[in-house]
């Protein structure tokens, strides 16, 4: 890994190795996965746990007043996203875990945007989501400018 200022480059040669890596916050835990240095993700969790940030796993931090976490890898390789998926499906149940879901590999995430569909407000035909901006302009003549300034009556 190349350190250019303040931000980490990742190699671009061809691999797409990443880990899980686990996070003890007292008797709990959180699950997740990176490309990234495991120092680097704990810094970044630390500054939104500093920041006050929302998730249940921040939050279980600032309620112990952990503000500094450790990541302790798991896995490394290759298939690192099916491997955290495993692991977070298996601890769903415990009481201790604190992820709140499953992350979908990117690929199936796209597929399954741009599969959802809804209906044009203004003719009441059915349209990919993805698609119903180009169907307000070319159809109904609406502009970028009045989608975003009349949101409520498009």
């Not at 680097?40 to 112990?64: D, P, V, W």
Request: with cysteine; hydrophobic share 30%.
């Amino acid at each position: 890994m190349l350190m250019i200022g303040k931000i980490w480059k990742i190699p671009l040669n061809g691999e797409s190795k990443g880990m899980v890596y686990r996070v003890n916050i007292g008797n709990k835990y959180y699950i997740g996965s990176t490309k990234l240095p495991l120092s680097l993700r704990a810094s970044k969790h630390n500054y939104k746990i500093k920041n006050g940030s929302k998730t249940k796993f921040h939050q279980e931090a600032i309620k112990n007043n952990i503000f500094k976490v450790k990541c302790e890898e798991i896995y490394c390789g290759e298939d690192y996203i099916d491997v955290e998926n495993k692991i977070i499906l298996e601890s769903l149940e415990d009481k201790n875990c604190l992820n709140m879901k499953v992350v979908k590999q990117t690929k199936e995430r796209k597929k399954e945007l741009s599969r959802k569909r809804g209906d044009c407000k203004l003719c009441g035909k059915e349209i990919m989501k993805k698609n119903m901006a180009r169907h307000l302009r070319q159809i109904h003549h609406v502009t970028k400018f009045d989608i975003f300034k009349k949101k409520a009556k498009v």
